[in-house]
């Protein structure tokens, strides 16, 4: 069956990086486009990144735009979001996601 | 583009509400518009897609549908049970500007 396990949340001070990963199976991973998506506590879903099924185009929220970088391996079906310079703004649990389906998410909480 | 839907809907056990999401600019056809539940500490899994598909599982208490008049899509939910209890969150693809689109999502309470 179809899954999507996130990896890498926790606590972080402002300024600092973070690296999430997401592990795929159950699905042909390279057929599919990938999306980050985050949900700040109490609050709704907010799109973070796209990228494509080969890698080659990536597209970013504005909030997050020269900061965060997406990637994928398409060896190891792994979907990674780069986060670098966080901010208390980017508290949230962060899923990875593809059309129909969503991982159980990550949180990510950045703090003094 | 944006989507927007009400904030919140309440409505009582076995009856039907319908919760709505209005795309701002561009026709509502141009994407598909998909439809997801999110119960507190979950995420979100799809009760409907393309518009008006149901995945596997989902009740058939659940419908969803497009109407191009309105620029909007809804999602039913007819013979409403205390387990519909949850938010849901309607998507479109904004094919121009590639990113994923979401409603601010809709509070629904089963009373």
């Known amino acids: 069956q179809v899954q999507l396990v996130e990896s890498g949340g926790g606590g972080v001070q402002p300024g600092r990086s973070l690296r999430l990963s997401c592990a795929a199976s159950?699905?042909?991973?390279?057929?599919?486009?990938f999306h980050w998506v985050r949900q700040a506590p109490g609050r709704g879903l907010e799109w973070v990144a796209l990228?494509?099924?080969?890698?080659?185009?990536?597209y970013y929220a504005d909030s997050v735009q020269g900061r965060f970088i997406i990637s994928r391996d398409n060896m190891q079906n792994t979907l990674s979001l780069q986060m670098n310079s966080l901010r208390p703004e980017d508290t949230a649990v962060y899923y990875c996601?593809?059309?129909?389906?969503w991982g159980q998410g990550t949180l990510v909480t950045v703090s003094p | 583009f944006m989507l927007t839907q009400p904030h919140s809907v309440s409505e009582s056990p076995g009856k039907t509400v319908t919760i709505s999401c209005t795309r701002s600019s561009g026709s509502i056809a141009t994407n598909h518009v998909h439809w997801y539940q999110q119960r507190p500490g979950s995420s979100p899994t799809v009760v409907i897609y393309?518009?008006?598909?149901?995945p596997s599982g989902v009740p058939d208490r659940f419908s969803g549908s497009i109407d191009s008049s309105s620029n909007s899509a809804s999602l039913t939910i007819s013979g409403l049970k205390t387990e519909d209890e949850a938010d849901y969150y309607c998507?479109?693809?904004?094919?121009?500007?590639?990113?994923?689109?979401f409603g601010g999502g809709t509070k629904l309470t089963v009373l």
């Open positions: 393309e518009d008006e598909q149901r």
């Open positions: 996601a593809r059309a129909g389906y």
């Open positions: 990228i494509s099924y080969d890698g080659t185009k990536k």
């Open positions: 159950g699905f042909t991973f390279t057929s599919f486009a």
């Open positions: 998507q479109s693809y904004d094919s121009t500007n590639p990113r994923w689109v």
